[in-house]
């Protein structure tokens, strides 16, 4: 699924900007506590080991701008503006050594972002003629449901001159939102029966390769 999000460039009395922009759009889902846990391999298996708790950490993120965000502003911008994986403000709960809170937050994006849920598009923003802009942005279908923040800044010689924000509503519809609802529901059901199902898949493919 593909999220489009358009606007145009225009001054506050509704006439085109008589300058060049930087256009970056964020899409931020809701926040959550995550967990991350480290594994370790002990006598040959693997066990968990060191974990690290977040607080308000995005179930999604993704950011598309017009350039790569490191020839548009300076790293302060970025990191006041959260422009970038590398810049998202990720709070652990409790003391933390900071070499330690650096390799867990590098592992939470890391992890979210191979799951699809956390993306940058540095050249994901087009530009006609400095007014119209837009940015495509992938949903996968295990993204979170609920309220999501769209931001678009206007960015101009390194400053972010104009902003502006709204929320997006994400939910499933359809047999994929009855099979999330069945699941929240009756998580134990749902489970036994994906368990069947697995079981059942497994047999099948073995008559399969029997009879050939």
Known sequence: TELLLFGAILNPDGTRAARDYDIVVMLKGPTQSIVVREKAKVAGVWINADST???????????????PISEIVDDKTAAIYELGLSWLQLSPIGAIDPEEQVRFSKGLVDLNERG???????RGVSVKEQVLYQARIFLPSSVPIGTYTAETLAISNGR???SASSEVTVRKL???????????????????????????????????FALV
Do not use: C, H, K, T
């Open 53 to 67: 708790e977040f607080r308000s950490a995005p179930s999604y993120y993704a950011i598309a701008s017009s350039r």
């Open 116 to 122: 699809g849920l956390y993306r940058e598009e540095m």
């Open 160 to 162: 972010v001159v104009a």
């Open 174 to 208: 359809g047999f994929e939102r009855a099979i999330a609802n069945f699941a929240e529901d009756q998580s134990v059901l749902y489970g036994l029966l994906a368990v069947l199902v697995s079981v059942m898949m497994g047999w099948i493919a073995g008559r399969l």
